[in-house]
């Protein structure tokens, strides 16, 4: 059961600053902050049995990373942007009263030049200290949010977190758990992938990689190809080539008892363009399960369309139009590389991982 949320959480189109009302539950409150390449979001939450109720959230583009390719550096504009956001994150966990919280940063400052810059100046000026993670505990994190969309069938699990800045891919081999444990026990992943987790010694990660392309990134390196239907064909090949050293790579799976789950905003989206929803519902998507054929005509419907096609789509949105192409030309190279029969969609990510990793290590949360 996927976590509750108020209507429209997540996905705000701009900054706005409207505290959810004060709630009697007295149990913890719990903050979790996601400032990636791309966008900054955070929700703050409860523990509610087994999953957790969402008290607040916000969700802006800040697009920290743009130009990053070419220069190396957090550009002042995009700076600016990111400072503002985070102050109406602060605002809200101030609230709240929040005090077990995560705020974390991804790939565009780990690799920006002046990184250690912008930290000191969201730090002075908006009160959040920050704290960059390594990818290995981002693909973690991803994982951990996924597990409640594990099936009790699956042997094999790939998890795929497409980023603004980065892939991450984690191969997990679950087979010799019990099956009815076998979500509880990728809850239980620890920081490292290298150690087993103290419950379930026989979750096996078979192999994980952060590939340091993600929707963005590899937007910006075929910018200056002209042909829409040419730049989608490279940025795909592109991407598949950072997969060979990904052990799985070249291994065939059989498509019974294999599942993979993709969680990122290029997922939802074509979870939603295949529904054909003109107004995005996250109780519709998260959980989905779409066949290979069913993702292979959005995407085709994708590159029909063209650019001033997508960016008066309502299924694909605005924040969404001019990222979209590299974000399926990533999903359809994964689809090539590992053929299966289906993709589970999960509207779930870092936010998520951080808050249950937080409550699970809490013993907040019921894990019967």
């Not at 985070?86 to 009263?97: D, E, F, I």
């Not at 810059?117 to 973690?140: S, Y």
């Not at 790579?249 to 997922?267: A, C, L, M, N, P």
Request: glycine share 8%; hydrophobic share 40%; aromatic share 6%.
């Amino acid at each position: 059961m996927a976590p509750k949320r108020p209507t429209g959480a997540g996905a705000f189109p701009n900054a706005v600053d409207t505290p959810a009302p004060d709630i009697p539950n007295q149990a913890p409150l719990y903050g979790a902050l996601d400032l990636g390449t791309n966008s900054c979001r955070m929700l703050i939450a409860q523990p509610q049995g087994g999953q957790f109720r969402v008290v607040d959230s916000f969700s802006k583009s800040v697009q920290l990373g743009a130009g990053l390719e070419s220069t190396g550096q957090l550009s002042r504009s995009s700076i600016k942007r990111t400072v503002q956001a985070l102050r109406v994150c602060h605002r809200k966990l101030q609230h709240h009263g929040v005090t077990r919280m995560r705020l974390v940063a991804t790939e565009a400052c780990r690799r920006a030049n002046n990184a250690r810059e912008f930290h000191r100046l969201v730090r002075r000026e908006v009160g959040i200290n920050l704290e960059i993670i390594k990818p290995e505990e981002e693909a973690r994190l991803a994982v951990v949010s996924c597990a409640p969309l594990v099936s009790n069938t699956t042997d094999q699990l790939l998890v795929v977190d497409i980023g603004g800045g980065s892939t991450e891919l984690v191969w997990i081999d679950i087979s010799k758990i019990p099956r009815h444990d076998r979500a509880k026990a990728i809850m239980g992943l620890h920081a490292s992938f290298k150690e087993s987790t103290t419950d379930f010694p026989d979750v096996k990660v078979v192999d994980w990689i952060s590939v340091p392309l993600g929707v963005a990134t590899l937007r910006d390196m075929f910018d200056d190809v002209e042909n829409d239907a040419a730049r989608f064909a490279l940025m795909s090949c592109h991407f598949e080539e950072h997969l060979t050293e990904f052990s799985p790579y070249d291994t065939e799976q059989t498509k019974k008892g294999f599942q993979i789950i993709g969680t990122s905003g290029t997922v939802t989206t074509v979870a939603a363009s295949h529904l054909g929803l003109k107004r995005y519902d996250r109780n519709k998507v998260d959980g989905l399960a779409m066949t290979s054929v069913q993702i292979d005509a959005v995407v085709r419907d994708y590159l029909s369309l063209g650019p001033e096609g997508r960016r008066k789509d309502p299924r694909i949105g605005n924040d969404r139009q001019a990222l979209i192409m590299s974000g399926a030309a990533i999903l359809q190279a994964l689809l090539r590389v590992w053929p299966t029969d289906r993709l589970s969609v999960a509207d779930r990510g870092l936010r998520e991982g951080l808050l249950y990793s937080q409550m699970n290590a809490d013993g907040v949360l019921d894990n019967g």
